[in-house]
């Protein structure tokens, strides 16, 4: 067994199999550099993240940070990326010339020097569109599917990968109108319920309306390399019904990349491996060769293939009341607490205040307390509105 395979023992490993498993594997104590991105070559961000792989009992992910990462052309051209936080080394607002062949290159905090080969551009079409439609799949009103449409005319482009980001708006289900205070300076800390706008009597705005934002992970690829044309559909992800994604609104972000035919079969045989059911009797993971080397010792293992590629994004989104019979029922329950000093404090560990339950006029006999996640969108995405979403 060689050692390419370390990573998908990880996975083995982590699929449901009910001894422990012990890899005969013996990875060096660094681990294997793992390169993961595409070079965006029409002029946009380029992203590319490095980490290293760890022993099976860590199953962590340690990020490659430090490292001089750059991309460099056959002309002597030569481009720098940053490190925005570790591991995540980035370049904004460069082009390259579709005529001439570049690699990534890549130096460690230790000085351990990496390089791709050289690649040609690849010229990615635009995406066609992103349609969805409701699909039963076997549950009482269905779920959403999405899909993905391309083509290329030119009959150039005939491996496709596609990555999506999911941004949906998220309302808390209670709203927050009180605040804990602590009504002491003792040993024994007290707590009673005030507002958190006193004059207004409004609620916590910055805690009800959210945003969440959700990366694709798994490997979306596909290719007309035997079709009759040069046309292909592909489900992209599917939503599940009722799902608080599309509660009220959602947006994908879809991107689409042009791949050469090696980093096609690449991701092809990682999907396969990735797609194995753990089972010690299922064929063993392909071994994977990428196109990226440490430049003194070759036959180290590095996990990753990079392309350079012009990037197509096309952004859809889909109104709730848009579905039919779309009810998402919020699983966040409240708690009636009676008002009292002991009873307050008391809920204070596990609650948060979220409502007020008023007989007439008179003093609260009781408050309403929720869970924090239920209370506070933040704990589910960020309150800052993107700048793409639209104006109700």
Same mark, same amino acid.
């Given at each position: 067994?060689?050692?390419?395979?370390?990573?998908?023992?990880?996975?083995?490993?982590?699929?449901?199999?009910?001894?422990?498993?012990?890899?005969?594997?013996?990875?060096?104590?660094?681990?294997?550099?793992?390169?993961?991105?595409?070079?965006?070559?029409?002029?946009?961000?380029?992203?590319?993240?490095?980490?290293?792989?760890?022993?099976?009992?860590?199953?962590?992910?340690?990020?490659?940070?430090?490292?001089?990462?750059?991309?460099?052309?056959?002309?002597n051209?030569?481009?720098?990326?940053?490190?925005?936080?570790?591991?995540?080394?980035?370049?904004?607002?460069?082009?390259?010339?579709?005529?001439?062949?570049?690699? &990534? *290159? #890549?130096?460690?905090?230790l000085? @351990?020097?990496?390089? /791709?080969?050289?690649?040609?551009?690849?010229?990615?079409?635009?995406?066609?569109?992103?349609?969805?439609?409701?699909e039963?799949?076997?549950?009482?009103?269905?779920?959403?599917?999405?899909?993905?449409?391309?083509?290329?005319?030119?009959?150039?482009?005939?491996?496709?990968?596609?990555?999506?980001?999911?941004?949906?708006?998220?309302?808390?289900?209670?709203?927050?109108?009180?605040?804990?205070?602590?009504?002491?300076?003792?040993?024994?800390?007290?707590?009673?319920?005030?507002?958190?706008?006193?004059?207004?009597?409004?609620?916590?705005?910055?805690?009800?309306?959210?945003?969440?934002?959700?990366?694709?992970?798994?490997?979306?690829?596909?290719?007309?390399?035997?079709?009759?044309?040069?046309?292909?559909h592909?489900?992209?992800?599917?939503?599940?019904?009722?799902?608080?994604? &599309? *509660? #009220?609104?959602?947006?994908?972000? @879809?991107?689409?990349? /042009?791949?050469?035919?090696?980093?096609?079969?690449?991701?092809?045989?990682?999907?396969?491996?990735?797609?194995?059911?753990?089972?010690?009797?299922?064929?063993?993971?392909?071994?994977?060769?990428?196109n990226?080397?440490?430049?003194?010792?070759?036959?180290?293992?590095?996990?990753?293939?990079?392309?350079?590629?012009?990037?197509?994004?096309?952004?859809?989104?889909?109104?709730?009341?848009?579905?039919?019979?779309?009810k998402?029922?919020?699983?966040c329950?409240?708690?009636?607490?009676?008002?009292?000093?002991?009873?307050?404090?008391?809920?204070?560990?596990?609650?948060?205040?979220?409502?007020?339950?008023?007989?007439?006029i008179?003093?609260?006999?009781?408050?309403?307390?929720?869970?924090?996640?239920?209370?506070?969108?933040?704990?589910?995405?960020?309150?800052?509105?993107?700048?793409?979403?639209?104006?109700?």
């Amino acid at each position: 067994m060689k050692p390419t395979c370390i990573l998908f023992f990880i996975l083995l490993a982590s699929l449901g199999c009910k001894e422990k498993y012990v890899s005969p594997v013996v990875s060096p104590a660094t681990g294997y550099l793992v390169v993961e991105g595409v070079v965006n070559a029409g002029g946009g961000e380029t992203n590319i993240y490095l980490s290293r792989t760890s022993p099976l009992e860590m199953r962590l992910k340690n990020y490659e940070t430090g490292a001089t990462v750059s991309i460099m052309g056959e002309d002597n051209s030569s481009y720098s990326l940053n490190e925005l936080d570790s591991g995540h080394y980035q370049i904004v607002h460069f082009s390259l010339k579709k005529n001439i062949r570049y690699k &990534l *290159a #890549i130096k460690t905090i230790l000085g @351990v020097a990496y390089q /791709s080969d050289y690649c040609s551009i690849q010229t990615t079409p635009v995406i066609d569109s992103v349609n969805w439609q409701v699909e039963n799949n076997g549950i009482q009103n269905g779920g959403v599917q999405i899909y993905v449409n391309a083509h290329d005319n030119t009959n150039v482009t005939k491996y496709y990968q596609w990555d999506y980001t999911e941004t949906y708006e998220y309302n808390s289900p209670w709203k927050v109108f009180f605040k804990f205070v602590q009504i002491n300076q003792g040993p024994t800390p007290l707590f009673d319920v005030s507002w958190i706008n006193y004059y207004t009597r409004q609620y916590d705005t910055s805690s009800y309306r959210c945003w969440p934002t959700v990366n694709s992970s798994s490997i979306l690829i596909g290719t007309t390399d035997k079709l009759n044309e040069n046309k292909i559909h592909l489900p992209l992800t599917y939503v599940a019904e009722n799902s608080e994604r &599309l *509660a #009220i609104l959602y947006s994908i972000l @879809v991107r689409q990349y /042009s791949l050469s035919n090696g980093k096609y079969n690449y991701l092809d045989k990682m999907k396969k491996n990735t797609e194995l059911t753990g089972s010690i009797m299922d064929p063993q993971p392909s071994e994977l060769k990428g196109n990226i080397h440490n430049i003194n010792n070759p036959s180290e293992t590095v996990v990753g293939y990079i392309d350079f590629s012009e990037i197509q994004e096309i952004r859809t989104f889909i109104k709730n009341q848009n579905i039919p019979n779309w009810k998402y029922v919020s699983p966040c329950l409240r708690v009636d607490v009676p008002n009292r000093i002991d009873t307050i404090t008391k809920a204070k560990i596990t609650y948060w205040v979220t409502g007020i339950h008023i007989p007439g006029i008179q003093e609260p006999i009781s408050y309403w307390f929720t869970y924090p996640d239920c209370a506070d969108c933040k704990f589910h995405g960020t309150n800052v509105k993107p700048s793409f979403w639209p104006t109700p």
